[in-house]
C-alpha cells in the first residue's frame, strides 16, 4: 500500500497499530486525533512516554511494573505478607486493587502456560513464587487466573508446585456475576456457577 503520509506520520501509524484493540483503522483515526491537537496530546504523551520507558521497573519480588523496586505494594508494611494472589499480568493486578477488596501481595506470572505458543514454565515467575511460598511466611495463594484452558493448566501447574504443608491454594470464585441474568451468560459461566453453589 502506497504511504499516504510522510515516514515519521507513517511509522507512528505503524506502532499505534500494535497496540492492542487497535488495529490499522483505528491507528490512523488515533494518529490523526494526536496531530490534532499536538499541543494538548501529542507532546505530553512523547513526555509520558520517554519517562515512562526511562523509569519503569519489573519489581523484583512480585514483578509488577513500577518506578522503584521494590514496588509500592510489596513495599507497603500495612499489608498482609502471608496472603499472595497470582495473576497472569500486571493489568489483572491493577483491577483487584481497584476493588480495595485485597489487602495481601501479588505475584505477576507474566503470561500463562501454553504448549500451543512454546509458552513453559521457564519463561514464567513460576520458580520466584515457589521461592516467595518456600520463604515460610505465605499461609495461603490466591490463583486470580483467567477461567480459560491455559489458566486453568497454569493453575493446576503452580498448585502442585506449591501446595505443602501450612499452604492453602485457592481460586477465585467463578459463576454468575452481581446483576448478572441467566439468559445473558454463556454455557460455561452457567456450570461454574452451579458447580460454586453454596448455602443461602
Not at 521457564?122 to 477461567?147: H, I, K, S, W
Request: hydrophobic share 45%; proline share 6%.
Amino acid at each position: 500500500m502506497a504511504a499516504s503520509a510522510g515516514p515519521e506520520i507513517e511509522r507512528l501509524i505503524s506502532l499505534l497499530a500494535k497496540l492492542p484493540g487497535l488495529g490499522p483503522r483505528s491507528a490512523r483515526r488515533a494518529a490523526l486525533a494526536l496531530l490534532k491537537r499536538r499541543e494538548q496530546l501529542l507532546v505530553p504523551l512523547a513526555a509520558s512516554l520517554a519517562e515512562t520507558a526511562d523509569k519503569v521497573v519489573s519489581c523484583s519480588v512480585c514483578g509488577a511494573p513500577d518506578t522503584r523496586d521494590p514496588c509500592a505494594i510489596c513495599a507497603d508494611g500495612a499489608r498482609d505478607n502471608g496472603l499472595i494472589c497470582v495473576v497472569e499480568e500486571a493489568g489483572a493486578l491493577w483491577a483487584m486493587e481497584r476493588s480495595g477488596a485485597f489487602r495481601g501481595k501479588y505475584h505477576v506470572l507474566g503470561g500463562l502456560l501454553s504448549a500451543l505458543d512454546g509458552v513453559g514454565p521457564d519463561q514464567l515467575r513460576v520458580a520466584e513464587l515457589v521461592g516467595r511460598v518456600r520463604g515460610g511466611e505465605v499461609r495461603e495463594v490466591v490463583l486470580a487466573l483467567p477461567a480459560t484452558v491455559d489458566g486453568q493448566t497454569t493453575a493446576h501447574y503452580i498448585a502442585e508446585r506449591i501446595s505443602g504443608p501450612g499452604v492453602e491454594v485457592t481460586s477465585l470464585a467463578r459463576g454468575v456475576p452481581v446483576g448478572g441474568e441467566l439468559d445473558w451468560l454463556d454455557d460455561g459461566t452457567i456450570v461454574q456457577a452451579l458447580r460454586a453453589r453454596r448455602p443461602t
